[in-house]
């Protein structure tokens, strides 16, 4: 309670404040899933792996620029870009590509795949780049983690990607011992922007998101979940959007026209049924 008293001209005032606790919004309606376009790159290209085989590679565009512009031009309020090369190599490859699509883009953009020394976070973040995704190094050396997210905070997203559960590292082609689980559980209490989990064995399948797996690892954390790997209709939008998930990333659907974007996020708002109508009329 906080008691206040004054003057005024007809005479003397006294006002009692009580002062209430802030509390969080309760409930889910008002949460929107985020989507996120993915631009995967390889030799300055536009491609997608089926299942992280960097031997399973289709190109669907010559020009990354061009393709953040399309997904723009379509609704995207933000872009997942993957350094192919650079998560295999341990450095960033494709600069040039990601540096044509941010100037191109005008939305904010989140680069993941190489990103393993400081000197590179502070290229990227120069670049222009929003957030730096950063999944092998975090499991390698956790120390050198924590303190990035201290001098980056807000900046950095914790990409854990899994193979039946366990932590896969270097571009996928290794996976260690760690549950995906335990790895998120290592940074508690930091200030990370977000964690990215990726089920592997959904990825470029087009055959539905692990959504037991992703609602497990929203519910063990404490940061936004952001879900990836086998999103390919408006359906599997509005399941990972009950759970709520943060965001989800869609790739293989968009390039093949599984899913439009449009309807990606008309079912991130709810609006399964309006999509449905007016794309059939």
């Not at 620029?65 to 490859?93: E, I, N």
């Not at 790895?183 to 990726?198: C, H, K, N, Q, W």
């Not at 009950?242 to 790739?251: E, H």
């Amino acid at each position: 309670m906080r008691h206040f008293c004054g003057h005024l001209s007809g005479g003397r005032f006294c006002v009692i404040l009580r002062v209430l606790p802030l509390r969080p919004a309760t409930g889910r309606s008002s949460q929107r899933v985020e989507i996120w376009p993915a631009i995967d790159l390889r030799g300055g290209k536009c491609v997608r792996l089926q299942q992280g085989d960097y031997q399973q590679e289709t190109v669907f565009g010559e020009d990354p620029a061009a393709m953040a512009r399309h997904w723009v031009g379509l609704g995207a309020k933000c872009l997942h870009l993957v350094d192919l090369d650079g998560a295999r190599d341990g450095r960033p490859a494709n600069l040039r590509s990601v540096r044509a699509i941010v100037e191109a883009a005008g939305v904010p953009c989140e680069l993941g795949g190489g990103v393993r020394n400081e000197e590179t976070i502070r290229e990227l973040i120069e670049l222009g780049l929003g957030r730096l995704v950063i999944g092998t190094l975090a499991l390698r050396e956790p120390d050198w983690f924590r303190r990035m997210c201290r001098k980056y905070p807000g900046q950095l997203v914790l990409g854990i990607d899994a193979r039946d559960g366990r932590v896969a590292t270097d571009g996928w082609l290794a996976t260690s011992d760690v549950a995906a689980s335990e790895l998120a559980g290592r940074f508690a209490g930091e200030p990370i922007a977000a964690v990215i989990y990726t089920d592997i064995a959904a990825d470029g399948m087009m055959a539905g998101p692990n959504v037991a797996a992703m609602t497990a690892m929203r519910a063990a954390v404490e940061w936004p979940v952001v879900a990836s790997g086998g999103v390919t209709t408006r359906a599997d939008v509005a399941r990972l959007a009950a759970v709520p998930m943060a965001g989800c990333i869609i790739g293989r659907a968009l390039y093949e026209g599984t899913l439009t974007l449009p309807e990606a996020l008309a079912a991130a708002e709810g609006k399964i049924e309006k999509c449905k109508l007016k794309i059939e009329n």
